[in-house]
């Protein structure tokens, strides 16, 4: 293993240090391993938090800023982050209005977001929850309970969060979270396996000529195990399986995001994402709004997701609507 690092058993804290300072907008907590605003939530502004295992950078870290996040919390790598640390994350984005809890589809992320919630309206702070579950390529598997949740979760928290900006209700913001999830479906294929510090290896064999179709951001094994195939066989798989599960019209518009799972050079991506246009194109369906690049990763995994929203207009209007945060900024 070769990895930028002084030790494994400081790598999130030594991140941490190197967030702040290159961020002066956020306010890092490295005592409780929290992100926030630097100014806090707005008085009367809904709050916004998640947070999950650390290595899938710039989630959620990268996303906390104006138009998304107000807070974050980043657990150990590919760990859920503890009740206490997501308690201490809900009460850095209180401003009053009640806080929006974004979870992925994991077992402990799902439990431990749970438990601070059930904590917080103790503390008279208001909770909703948003479960994320955007992953077609399996239903169960030994992280979950139901579908996983994968890119959605970067839909969800800039389009819920341009909303909360705006000044609407807990419920309003909690409603349209799980809108854009229930809009929202997913597929990864992986070309390698990625490699955690702690364990120093790569955490499943995967042949040269081989890759995993349907694979989970912590190198979860998904659908089946089959030969390399070329970029044109691997989107038409993925949105196959997008595309059976969300049908699309025609006359429904999209937002689009190819994904690098964090081993995955830009040029691959696009090259990705115009095959994933064409095909789209051939069926009739409009891509309105689009992403390419790092947003949800996993470590060192040479691999891509494709995450496809079915998007009303009041969707791509919160989707425009102005963002600055580490990983995401336009309109201001």
């Avoid at 916004?48 to 996040?69: Q, R």
């Avoid at 689009?290 to 207009?313: F, P, Q």
Wanted: hydrophobic fraction near 45%.
């Amino acid at each position: 293993m070769k990895k930028f690092l002084n030790t494994a058993e400081t790598m999130i804290a030594d991140a941490l240090l190197g967030l702040s300072a290159a961020h002066p907008e956020l306010r890092v907590d490295f005592d409780r391993k929290i992100i926030a605003r630097a100014g806090g939530t707005r008085r009367g502004k809904v709050g916004l938090v998640s947070g999950g295992g650390s290595g899938h950078e710039p989630l959620h870290g990268g996303f906390v800023g104006t138009g998304m996040l107000d807070a974050a919390c980043p657990g150990e790598v590919f760990t859920s982050p503890v009740p206490d640390q997501i308690l201490a994350a809900t009460a850095a984005a209180n401003g009053g209005a009640g806080v929006v809890h974004i979870v992925k589809n994991y077992t402990g992320d799902v439990m431990n977001f749970q438990m601070a919630a059930e904590l917080a309206s103790d503390a008279d702070v208001a909770v909703e929850t948003v479960l994320v579950n955007d992953d077609v390529a399996v239903k169960d598997s030994t992280w979950t309970a139901g579908r996983r949740g994968t890119g959605a979760t970067v839909f969800v928290e800039k389009i819920a969060g341009a909303l909360a900006e705006r000044g609407a209700s807990l419920s309003e913001v909690a409603a349209m979270g799980r809108a854009v999830n229930a809009a929202s479906r997913s597929f990864a294929v992986a070309l390698t396996a990625c490699t955690t510090p702690a364990a120093g290896k790569p955490g499943f064999d995967l042949p040269a000529d081989e890759m995993e179709v349907g694979v989970g951001i912590h190198g979860e094994p998904g659908r089946r195990r089959e030969k390399l195939g070329t970029a044109k066989q691997i989107v038409a798989t993925a949105l196959d399986a997008i595309l059976s599960d969300q049908p699309i019209a025609a006359a429904d518009a999209t937002i689009v995001m190819v994904n690098g799972l964090g081993g995955t050079p830009l040029i691959e991506l696009y090259l990705l994402f115009g095959e994933v246009s064409a095909n789209l194109n051939r069926k009739g369906i409009r891509i309105a709004r689009t992403l390419v690049g790092n947003y949800i990763t996993s470590l060192d995994m040479a691999g891509a997701s494709i995450t496809i929203c079915k998007a009303d207009e009041r969707m791509i209007d919160l989707w425009d609507a102005p963002v600055h945060t580490p990983a995401l900024r336009w309109g201001l």
